[in-house]
């Protein structure tokens, strides 16, 4: 099988992640990275990788393309790429705007092309322990903050990265919201770089966020609440704590108020370890950009979906749009969901090689 060739366009940091991953793969050939800024091509080109100041010279040559360009380019960049016949894995978030962002998707179906979003927590080892063990949650806490770094200052907060936890929180809840309260606050002089929301789903889930960009200690942390259990997931140490839920608590035939108060002391020592025990789950140590894009390459060779298609990258955009509404305005938002089919994966152009 020959390689399959791909390009990554934009240069920055994650772009320069994108083309090691996909340089260090045996069945892909990185045909090069498109940049256009000159001082940085020399300093990828000194690194190893090949170059461009612009793609239009080898599109012809390459079957997949990654878009790690600024999010307000997104749009333009991936349409071109889809009317080529070019699969896309596009970072997140995939649009600057859901109308956008709606185009897109609605060109990958009529081209028959794998568009891709890469919402990269999905491939979190932690994140798939704690989606196996928990169902059915009514109550979701995320935290998502981080020290000021300098990049992503074309968008806010919410779509820098709240929208991470917008991803997983709709494919953990299968549901949209109802209801939507949010307040944040710009301190750098664009967007806002601190948020947080309250979102109510129409399957009775509520979900809490809280992000910032100018926070000293990053934290990347979610707790889920079941009846049954609740997984708190620590994503950046890949670590899963699950507390499973006693049957008599989840039955509501624990009754603590109607407990004689010797009863209630000789209880209280060991009520965590009896009723609620916790465990540390193993998580497999695994390179969530590169089963990210082990998983494009799998979709452009297959024709398979994406496990984040575009339709996921615009349902999150959706609910991050009604989030920044809701700070501009101080209102109850309540978002009007546009239900949007998961792309057909059809034969297109280089589909027969590779």
Known sequence: MEPLRVIVIGGGRLGQFHAAKLAARADVQLIGIVEPSAERREELARQGFPVFADAGRVLSEVRAAIVAAPTTLHGRIVRSLLADGIDVLVEKPIASCAAEARQMV???????????????????PAYSVAEQSVSSPWLIEAVR?????????DVGVVLDLMIHDLDLILSLTNSFPTAITASGQALLGGEE???????????????????????????????????????QID??????????????????????GALPAAELRRIQPQFHDVYLPEEIVACEKRDALAAEIA??????????????????GLAALQ?????????????????????????PVLPGRHSEAA
Do not use: Y
């Open 193 to 231: 770089d601190v948020a947080e929301a309250r979102i109510e789903f129409d399957n009775g889930c509520t979900a809490v966020l809280h992000a910032s960009r100018i926070t000293r200690q990053p934290r990347r942390e979610m707790k889920i609440w079941s009846n049954a259990a609740i997984a």
């Open 106 to 124: 609605a060109l990958a179906k009529t081209a028959g092309r794998i568009l891709q979003v890469g919402h990269i927590e999905r491939f979190n």
């Open 235 to 256: 994503f950046a140490a890949g670590r899963v704590s699950l507390t499973r839920v006693h049957p008599d608590l989840q039955a509501g035939r624990f009754r603590a």
């Open 295 to 312: 998983d494009f390459v799998d979709c452009v060779r297959t024709r398979r979906p994406p496990v984040v298609d575009g339709a996921a």
């Open 145 to 153: 903050c981080g020290p000021f770094t300098g990049r992503s200052l």
């Open 319 to 343: 609910v991050a749009e009604a989030i920044t509404q809701a700070i501009a305005s101080g209102e109850i938002i309540r978002p009007q969901h546009v239900p949007v089919a998961a792309p």
